[in-house]
């Protein structure tokens, strides 16, 4: 629940952020006829998100076995490479995001009488982005959990973000974002590891992968994915009691680079301001 909780929180935030930001700029440049192109494009691009969700979970259940575990890990691997970019996509613009969208609306609104329908596609894609980002993950997180938690913690976690985005809107709230972002990144960083190492282990189901089944070590007399740390752990950062050589593997190879890359930027900054 924890999970997709932080997710739906995230993705929703920077989604929110993104479309409070436009809203406030127009407003401000008193430009406020604009908004029915905006909400246009948001509600189009959460329509279609959800269409595609909706889409994607119903048709799957009708696969055999191992082509399901195939498709499983195909959405894993999916999952990992979009909140890879996605942590440091957001690194990078963090700092400048605010221009960026003010520079584009600019840009939509000089293209004359198509200008409603340039704005709205921009921020089409803004959410579009965000939105389809949430829904590879949440596919893939509720696969790998099948009862009621992942959708409440979904759901609750996109509500509070409607809700900050409004009260950020409105002025009434200033987060530190930049703290969020950095420490909902480096938690995200492993929990894309753990979904690596699930995607390695449904490729082995699925009869792909045979390589390095071994098993790597045994922690089931410590920390068994029955108790309730080991669920939790298993829930949240996809941890198994007894992987196989290949998973550690996986795991390592993501862990230890993502890890690395996202450290070394603030270390070459902090080393240029002292």
């Known amino acids: 629940m924890f999970v997709p909780f932080l997710i739906m929180l995230r993705e929703g935030i920077e989604a929110a952020l993104i479309v409070s930001l436009i809203a406030s700029y127009l407003k401000r440049t008193q430009r406020s006829q604009w908004f029915v192109a905006l909400w246009g494009g948001v509600l189009i691009a959460v329509a279609l998100c959800f269409a595609l969700g909706w889409f994607?979970?119903?048709?799957?259940?009708?696969?055999?076995?191992?082509?399901?575990?195939?498709?499983?890990?195909?959405?894993?691997?999916?999952?990992?490479?979009?909140?890879?970019?996605?942590?440091?996509?957001?690194?990078?613009?963090?700092?400048?995001?605010?221009?960026?969208?003010?520079?584009?609306?600019?840009?939509?609104?000089?293209?004359?009488?198509?200008?409603?329908?340039?704005?709205?596609?921009?921020?089409?894609?803004?959410?579009?982005?965000?939105?389809?980002?949430?829904?590879?993950?949440?596919?893939a997180a509720f696969q790998q959990d099948l009862g009621y938690a992942p959708p409440l913690g979904a759901v609750l976690g996109l509500a509070c973000a409607i809700v900050l985005g409004v009260l950020i809107?409105?002025?009434?709230?200033?987060?530190?974002?930049?703290?969020?972002?950095?420490?909902?990144?480096?938690?995200?960083?492993?929990?894309a590891a753990g979904l690596a190492a699930g995607a390695i282990r449904a490729f082995h189901e699925a009869?792909?992968?045979?390589?390095?089944?071994?098993?790597?070590?045994?922690?089931?007399?410590?920390?068994?994915?029955?108790?309730?740390?080991g669920t939790l752990l298993e829930g949240i950062l996809g941890y198994q009691e007894a992987p196989s050589v290949s998973e550690v593997a996986v795991w390592l190879l993501y862990l230890i680079p993502a890890l690395l890359m996202f450290i070394s930027p603030r270390r070459r900054t902090a080393l240029s301001a002292g």
């Not at 055999?64 to 909140?83: C, D, R, S, Y």
């Open 169 to 191: 809107y409105w002025g009434g709230l200033r987060l530190n974002l930049a703290g969020f972002f950095r420490w909902s990144s480096l938690f995200i960083i492993f929990v």
């Open 207 to 229: 009869g792909i992968w045979n390589a390095f089944q071994q098993v790597a070590f045994d922690l089931s007399g410590v920390l068994s994915t029955h108790s309730l740390g």
């Open 56 to 139: 994607i979970n119903e048709t799957t259940g009708e696969f055999p076995q191992k082509q399901q575990e195939l498709f499983e890990g195909i959405v894993a691997v999916i999952a990992v490479i979009i909140l890879t970019w996605m942590v440091f996509w957001m690194q990078k613009v963090s700092r400048n995001i605010k221009t960026q969208l003010e520079d584009a609306v600019d840009n939509a609104l000089r293209k004359g009488n198509s200008s409603g329908w340039a704005l709205v596609l921009m921020v089409f894609l803004a959410v579009a982005r965000e939105g389809l980002e949430s829904v590879f993950f949440l596919l």
